[in-house]
């Protein structure tokens, strides 16, 4: 144990402190709609403070970020982070929709479909057998099983690309067969940070976790 202890600390410190991820606001953002869903009211702040949210994802969304996996080194244009920026403008809408927030709504509503569109335009690689994968980050190869919650957000399955039926923050879903969010069930394969090495073009090893929902 003394020669244990006298090798000292392997690391110091987070350098999740000093990175920025954009994925938080469509986190934050989503608790705030599952609790309007459960029957809860939003107070003026908060809604203040979400729309507060969706005006910075507009402002940011574009740049580059550490992502959801906090990966050293440079920033990328984590698709994860583009999906969540993407989400959260979707959920403001939907609010506003509801009358539970007034949001900026066309402004949201446009940079909502300019997400989506550099996130089919950027996130996807086509592979020879014509299989394909929405891939970890802008211009890179390799895919990220954080992408799996693209059913559960309604943005498209992630495996055939096809559009899906959004899962209600609560879980619940209207059904659409093919889709794991058909049965209101979720994946609990959690993705480790190396096997985002694996090529977007290897099907079966996306494949696998989100049918296992």
């Excluded at 994802?57 to 050293?72: I, N």
């Excluded at 057998?129 to 309604?154: C, H, N, T």
Aim: charged share 20%.
């Amino acid at each position: 144990m003394t020669k244990v202890l006298a090798q000292g600390p392997v690391r110091i410190g987070n350098d999740a402190v000093g990175q920025v991820q954009h994925d938080v606001y469509g986190s934050a953002i989503s608790a705030a709609a599952a609790h309007v869903e459960c029957g809860g009211k939003l107070e003026h702040d908060e809604q203040h403070l979400l729309v507060g949210y969706g005006q910075q994802v507009c402002a940011t969304w574009r740049q580059p970020d550490s992502g959801l996996w906090e990966v050293p080194g440079p920033k990328r244009h984590y698709v994860h982070s583009k999906l969540l920026c993407w989400s959260a403008l979707d959920a403001l809408t939907r609010l506003d929709e509801a009358g539970q927030l007034r949001a900026p709504r066309e402004v949201f509503l446009q940079e909502r479909e300019a997400v989506r569109e550099a996130i089919e335009m950027q996130g996807y690689c086509e592979a020879p057998d014509g299989k394909g994968s929405y891939v970890g980050a802008f211009g890179e190869d390799w895919a990220d099983a954080s992408l799996l919650i693209m059913a559960r957000l309604g943005f498209h399955d992630p495996i055939t690309r096809e559009p899906c039926p959004r899962l209600s923050e609560s879980g619940k879903t209207s059904g659409a067969k093919g889709c794991c969010c058909a049965t209101g069930q979720r994946s609990t394969v959690s993705a480790p940070a190396k096997a985002r090495s694996v090529s977007a073009g290897s099907g079966q090893w996306s494949c696998w976790p989100y049918r296992a929902g």
